[in-house]
């Protein structure tokens, strides 16, 4: 196995410093001549990447290279397809667990690299298939035997994001007369509409949890079935459930079918097993849903790359770096030119942050470097009208990371000057970059652009469920391989628990099985709050 | 008029810089004491705002309120309200207007302070009202005689965010047959998905621009209209406008009704407008409206008073600049525990970021101070499976803003384990907050948390179209009076005009109405991206 070696440790890190005293500036003359912009443009399952508006140049390229290689992120990133127990701290206690979301999607070869995983996830596929066509022959149907038109998925963080933001994006793909819906939060306003805008009686209830006892999820789980006998139906008729096997959830007695996660696919990298699958199958057919797993599955092997010009998942995980450790970015905008994919940041959101927001390096030492940045973003071009005034003249930086689009998933578009809508969003897309790098000059200082602000754009013909695949593989993958070179445990979230264990405390006190010295700080903030009587 | 000064030399400021060397220490024993707790509270239009997890003691509040005093923060406000030329920079071409979006809602005192623009807004409510009367009686209907059921609001921005937010969050609030949905992006598949949900026979189109000029709205407008015409609807019987007076729009031939917006109301603050008004008095009726109105206009009273101990929009202002400029952190979430907030996140994000991301004073001169943070969010408790694992441990510190209400807004809650949700809601966000500042020592590296890291819960009994408008206005509050302090104009966006620019190059390059030299970046980068033939 490849060393283990602290960020702070690496040569490379050292000639990158030094390269970082005087960064490519964008916003001098001629900064991005022809030549530049295309040479500076990798390509991978049907996307390129343009990333001339970086603050790179050939000698910044090579470094990051030798970073890669220094830092053995490639062979980590094998040996972590290839089952080695990545989801570990050296010397700690720790969850010990391989890391096998791509064993999800390498179903397409005959020699995997995880044979056993890949096998399970076969097996998976395999009995959602004849669910699926169960469902579609009638053979599953409701008591009055009726189809089942919508499903209805109940799960919270990775079992609700991912699946999510891919149904939003490919909503356009449903199979006639189908669709999904979702609840999360344990928000009871929030499920009491989702449950009114269905018809309960011609919907499966697709219950996500892999320990089978999340909290909200159980909440939920527990609404939706006093829903379902209020409205005379029989829950068991409409739930499944997708959890670990052995768990609370995996009960035929409770449910129509039970699909299987694994404890080697953490639930922010889950979207490509039966956590998404399930949901998407149904919706989409289970055919869109193996062109999701095609996509990712070839954007894992891109991600097999040594070469930084083709591997566009590396690319992108060492312009991070650059832009985070070395220039001081401490943000990273995703800003998709496209409204389908409304709920990706959100989903990178969790992906990137729960991953790589870390203090602890592998080897049990606090880090003595910048590791993950805060992710966020929205739909351009609704965010030009937005918050693009601070990316442009603000007092902060913001690394941005364009996404966009050739044709929409539509065919009816207008043409409105001349130009489709389409054509409008990628020229707006293209023009933000520019005008990031480049700035603008003028006499009245509030209307000057200091520019020098990097960028990258992802471009692609077509949101599909091939490409929809790629995009989440090649995020996920550049959120995996950034955490390498961080050297830290981008597969645990020990971070969530202390929150539950107070909140566990303060629920305690409200449902009066626990009680606190008047002393403690749980007390007095519910009486502050308001929760609790003795109100401040 | 209060002198405007720059915010580096500002006495406060040194003071503060003395006192942001030794920050109250949130992590140490005893940080918590029940006396903090119960002292650290203000209160304004039933919202309960703790703020004792913050870094703050008292010399650091009162040396807050000195720095309020000294800027002529309240003065300033005041005189804002009052139609003072506050939307400029002095000695440059800037757009010298008035700021008056609280005069909308000054609609209930009979002494506004701005006369004028109370007497506009109150003769569009008055308007609004007639309108709404006509759709209810049926004397506005289809050509069939029906009645609509639907009001579909076509604009961007701050056309489109606050309106939004409002609507989902009070999408309970809803008249019987009622509702409402957006367009918003010049994205051809997103109108088409809307399009597709709606009744258009029984839809109302509100088209939102006060220039009538807006690319995004104007392309939207045709789609839309093609879309009736192709149903064989006359356009004319279901469009209504909110525009300038004057504008293009402002015609009698093409709309059904042309309600009015001024150019003395900013677009992110134009919620409470007829840009607002329109649709949420379609969907929540003309009362709730009102309601919305009332709300806002009590916080905008509060935000009059000097005591920042009492005055919520000042206290959260000022505790916003400690974090900012003192302790050094770049960005805000807001995290609301409540689903039906899901969007006002995005419409903070634009306000705050639209207002205050500004490098330029109101002298005419570079900042030499940082301006408007980095604002972002999602609703708990979805993001404490997601992101929250950065806020806890990562290598960045996120002052944090969590929303709550102690009720929910429907009835239907559920009661497990022996709390209801919406008691798990509420506990989960103090649990958060608590979890932050006191951090938890453990002997496994990974599972210590540093802690000390700030944040404030407000909290409020309900989500209704009362609080909702006090809510916005707490918060538009808030941005203005940072812009004050920061001596930067918050009103208006010189930010994004290069890109407007740049994205009208390109599209003259995609219309073929426009060429460029194949050394233009513009040209390069179409190529790049496979828009134009002779791609790279």
Redesign the interface.
Known sequence: MTTWKDFADLKAVRRLEELARNPYNLARPDS???ER??AC?ASACGF?L?Y?TQRIDDEVLAALQDLAVEAGLIEQFKTMKSGAVMNR?IG???EERQVLHTASRDVFSDAPLAPAATAQAKEQLSRLKQFLADVDSGAICNEQGEPFIAMLQVG???S??GPRALYLAL??YRLPGRKAAFI??????????VLASLDLSRTLINVVSKSGTT??T??NE??VR?ALVHAGLNPTRHLVAVTGAGSPMDDPAKYLAAFHMYDYIG??YSATSMVGGVTLGFALGYDAFIEVLRGAHEMDNTAEQQDIRTNLPLLMAMLGIWNRNFLGY??VAVLP????LLRFP?HL??CD????????SRL????T????????G?????G?????????????T?PTEFI?F?R???G???T?????????????M??????LA???EHE???????GNRPSS?L?TDQLTPYTMGALLALYENRIALQGFCWNI?SF????????????D???GV????KVLG??A???????????VSGQ?
Chains 1, 2 share one sequence.
Request: proline share 6%.
């Open positions: 991005l001549p022809p912009i295309a443009k390129d343009l001339a701290i700690q206690a720790s919270i963080g990775g609700d994001l909503e356009k999360a939060n344990v928000d009871p306003d929030d499920a009491a509409a909290l909200e159980r909440t527990e609404l006093a639930g922010r401490n943000t030119y496209s409204q389908a959100a959101q969790q942050m729960e991953s790589n927001g870390k203090q602890v049990g030492t606090p880090v470097w910048k590791t993950g940045p805060i992710v966020w929205e739909p351009g071009t609704n030009q009208h937005a918050f693009y005034q601070l990316i442009h003249q603000g007092t902060e913001v966009g050739r929409p998933q539509h009816s578009d207008i409105v000057s001349g130009t489709t809508s389409q054509q409008k969003l990628v020229a707006n293209l023009a933000q970059s520019l005008a480049l700035g603008r009245n200082p509030n209307k000057r652009f200091t754009v471009i445990n645990d979230q020990e971070g969530v628990q202390l929150g539950k264990v107070l909140a405390r303060l629920l409200l449902a009066g099985t008047p002393d700080p749980e007390s007095s903030l519910l009486k502050a709050a308001g929760m401040q």
